[in-house]
């Protein structure tokens, strides 16, 4: 039987249709927690660019879901490595085949729009950190006429200062890179033995932003080490230790295959990530072949010191590490076993929690900005011809992991690097 409505009897039922569709289209956008941008390295369009897939993720499964017109081009050939403004509104893309970075804005909705691309200091750069105004970059080579893969030379770290822009949101802009003398890097060279071949293979930047250290290996000498910076006023460089590696190195001299660094993860270094925790205390680093991370605390001086049971087993060429920075855990990224291995932190000592499957060969990690209630991997292999993003609630009591609905979720082929914004920069209300 078909009812009949009476005028007002209408106007009361379009109100009401009315009022619960804005009731949905509320708490959709309230449901969003984060923006995440994978950057894809297959080449694509006619410029050959990678991509930038963006997902929204949900605050109460950790579904993610790509948002409408992603991928974005890259603005560049082959990119490797991600990084935020230290106010969310802006992202750098780095692209080793065109020894550059481009910057986008962020909009409310996720979406990237490219400003500026400027050249990194050095040759083939890998690896991008922003902390506060400026944005340190690791380069493969440093800038010499001489240098290429087949001519390797050392590595090397340039620091570029931040301008934050006007407007809503703010379009900021990369400066010349800070001067180093007559250079416009700092060489990761050791004292007295400028023909080691020193290849860089990760950077991070403490949270005070007092000092910067990159893991390296010297592939002349079959050494591994860590090279300590203390960050003075506009992002110049000191060399710790004067410019020695820090005592002991991250491990101690032994074989490690040589192989120079090449897109999308590196194999064959003994050190292959590097992390620092949210209270400026300690380092943790993870050593692909030996399958472990070894944990430092840090003195005030910048110098480091190995903790107790150091290191920590993990998994299988571990690759990438991500510190919670509100909870006591940390996630390790292991590409050969295609998992996650979890740890607790106590006093930075470590103690292994569990293991969890990704998809196939994960390169990269990252923990939800809003909330550090969500982590998520990107996966080179994933499954057939696409990339793939893995999505995991992590309890925030015990550390473990639970698979967020639906995950893994596709990404494009080949991806290589995550970072993420929160929603409104609030956590969008979410209390978990």
Known sequence: MRMKFNKSGQLLLVSAVSLLLATLVTACATLTVDFVFVTSSKASGANNYGNVDVFEVNSESGFMRQIPTSPFPSGGRNPVAEAVSSDNTNLYVVNQDDNSIVQFVIGNDGKVYPQNTVNTPGIFPFAAVVNGTNLFVLDTYEQQPV?????????SIGVLPITVGSGSPPSDTLGSPVANGSLTYWPLSLPGKPGDIVEPTGITVLKSGAFAYVTAYDATAGANYIFGFSIGSGGALTPLNSGAPLAGGAFATGSCPSAYLNAPFIVGTC???????????????????????????????????QLSGSPYPSGNQPSAIAVDPSYPYIYVVNTLDSSITAFSMSSGVLTRLGAYATGEQPVAIGIDPSTNHFLYTVNFLGTGINGTVSGFELSTTAGT????????????????????????????????
């Open 401 to 432: 992991l639970l698979n967020s609905q639906n995950s893994p979720y596709t990404s494009q082929p080949l991806p290589t690097a995550v970072a993420a914004i929160p929603h409104n920069g609030t956590g969008a209300g979410v209390t978990k």
């Open 147 to 155: 240098c290429s893969p087949a001519a390797p030379c050392s590595g």
């Open 271 to 305: 050190p292959s990530a590097i992390a620092s925790d949210p209270s400026n205390t300690y380092v943790y680093v993870t050593d692909e072949v030996k399958g472990s991370v070894h944990g430092y605390s840090v003195a005030g001086t910048g110098l480091l010191t």
